[in-house]
């Protein structure tokens, strides 16, 4: 077996065959081709006035691309040296002309359009209008032309012997580019990568990929040659372990996706990287296969890691429109006893919420996807409509699924203490039952969470979808018989740089379970604080905390403080928000929310849903954006203040 000459991505292709020519080489006539465009692009004004008319530092107002059809404005602008105004509203900032580069620019939008296939594109000139105020709205006029197609792709082996054709029509199905395709150099890097990949994954470790394409300017053909090198399957070789841990090298190779004499595949790498960070108990994780010195048709593997800090304390505090004043503090032990389990205390205080917690989670159980954790809590819930003081406990089995995928299972147990209730007797009528004071609340839980964002504080592409499911039942020792069950989907998408469009729908349903009685007589659904709620700063954001669904409290139309919540057993909540820059770290955003919760699940019907725009800001912090929400209500019979203000730390979903 050939030794390998270079580590997979450092390889140079080999020099262009006959009249094919390879990435490097277009690129070189594509640089060359700036200067020499400056024949072929007119650097003079279609309309308004000369460029060295235009005064000094004046500021760009305005820049737009005329005739840009094929190609989006905002594609050619990211390779552009010149950019129009920034932010939104009394934001906006201008940046200063630069002649030079603008005229570079005029070039520069030719050469993005060659790489596209656009090869006859023309840039006829430009436009200059000097404001009132001294400054500079520009326009570049785009002759796009007719693009190139690619009427043959093939893709070759460099050594016909090595891999068999089964794996090279493997590698072959389904890559980006395809015949019939726009030339696209983009694209031919992309088919590059997913060519490469797919080989490295199949065992071809030094796999290299050349690209090559003829270009037929008069026909608008090209044809693309993809040959792969793939002379050479290696496998997995020995696996060795370094620096100084305190976590045992079994629970390290437990989380190790490969086994020595495994065909090797790059993936694997990069899942056992993945894995050894996901316990938390390393500040730097490198999984390094030996590419320079193999041994035979093995791959050495070398594993270096860098424990994290043991244990870790955390002290917080801020402030909400809702929780007010926030402190918390906890402190975790990463390797609690070895075995990387990992011990949690944790304190809270706000106006919502008083709690204290103690938990423990065990990895490694049955297998390395699964984990324990068993948690302790008192609690004390202050609520408009009730004070309850909560002490229990759960336990959990976590799964993770895939890398998006995670799923849980659990019990959960608590006694519950009302020490302050508002309007009972017409709680009790809306519940329709005695209340139940104090009680126990027992139930099963089951959930699962998808996730394929790319940020997990301020996503710009990507979805969740978050289901979560209780079953209540007296045979568990408690004092209710009942399910209830949540969705909460997400998506996000980038529409332009810095311009997020984020979707939100979440519908719930809470029923009772049979005809169950007290020994008294009463009907037993479910807890208050169970119940479905709406209106707050992550829900309808023009209604306050709960108060969107059945309240109940003596003139209660005429004064939202005689107001209190009592929720329903069906919600409906959707939400549509454009977020968008402002300036520096400051972006705006626009939304509309619109929700409702019904006392029963037949009560439900679209038309009650109230509606509430609104607008806000966030400033971007390590911990998350702050943020500020104005909602505004448009159903001015409903109880409460015509528009709500909200103040909170993270964004709404």
Partial sequence: MARPRAAPGRVAPPAAVGLLLTP??????????????????????????????????????????????AISESVIKRRLYTEGPSGTFFFRKARRLNRDEFLNDLRRVVVVYQQSGYFDADVEGYRARVTTKGDVELAI?????????????????????????????????????????????????????????????????????LKEYRIDK????????????????????????????????????????????????????????????????????????????????SLPVVIRLADAKQHLVRLGVGYGSEEQFRASVSWLDRNFLGGARQARVQGEYSGL????????????????????????????????????????????VNQEISPSVRAFYGFNIEYDDFTEIENLEDIQDILGQEFINPSTLSYLELGALLDTTDDLLSPTEGYTLTLNYHLAQTWFTGDYQYHRVTLLAT????????????????PGVIEP?????????????????????????????????????????????????NCDPVGGEALLEASVELRFPLFGNLRGVTFVDAGDVWAEPKDVALSDLRYTPGLGVRYATPVGPVRVDVGFKTKSEDPGPPFVVHFSVGNAF
Wanted: proline share 5%.
């Fill in 141 to 209: 006029f785009v002759s796009e032309g007719l693009p190139s197609v690619i009427d043959t792709l093939r893709i070759e082996l460099a050594t016909p012997s090595a891999p068999d054709s089964i794996e090279l029509e493997r590698a072959r199905r389904g890559v980006p580019l395809k015949e019939g395709d726009v030339f696209n150099e983009a694209r031919i890097d992309s088919t590059d990568a997913v060519l490469k990949g797919r080989f490295q994954n199949r065992g071809y470790a030094f796999a290299e990929v």
């Fill in 353 to 396: 919420r008083r709690e204290a917690l103690v938990s423990l989670t065990q990895p490694n159980v049955f297998n390395r996807d699964l984990s324990t954790t068993a948690t302790g809590f008192f609690a004390q819930d202050r609520e408009d409509t009730y004070v309850v003081q909560r002490i229990g406990g759960s336990a959990r």
């Fill in 513 to 561: 379970i049979g005809q169950v009685t007290t020994p008294e007589g009463d009907a037993i659904t479910a807890p208050l604080f169970e119940r479905l709620f709406a209106g707050g700063s992550t829900s309808v954001r023009g209604y306050q905390r709960r108060m969107l669904g059945p309240l109940v409290g003596d003139d209660c139309d005429g004064n939202i403080d």
């Fill in 24 to 69: 490097a080489a277009l690129g070189l006539l594509l640089t060359l081709a700036a200067p020499l465009a400056a024949q072929e692009v007119s650097l003079q004004p279609v309309e308004g006035v000369p460029l060295d008319d235009v005064p000094g530092r004046a500021k760009v107002q305005k820049l737009e691309i005329v005739g840009a059809d």
């Fill in 218 to 297: 008069d026909t608008r053909r090209a044809t693309v040659v993809f040959t792969v090198d793939a002379d050479g399957l290696y496998r997995f070789g020995r696996l060795t372990i370094e620096g100084e841990t305190d976590v045992s090298e079994k629970l390290i190779r437990s989380r190790v996706e490969f086994r020595p004499g495994r065909r090797y595949a790059l993936d694997k790498v990069y899942d056992t990287q993945r894995r050894l960070y996901g316990l938390n108990l390393f500040r730097r994780v490198q999984v390094e296969p030996q590419y320079d010195a193999p041994v035979g048709d």
């Fill in 491 to 506: 998506h996000y998408r980038e529409l332009k740089p810095g311009w997020i469009l984020a979707l939100k729908a979440l």
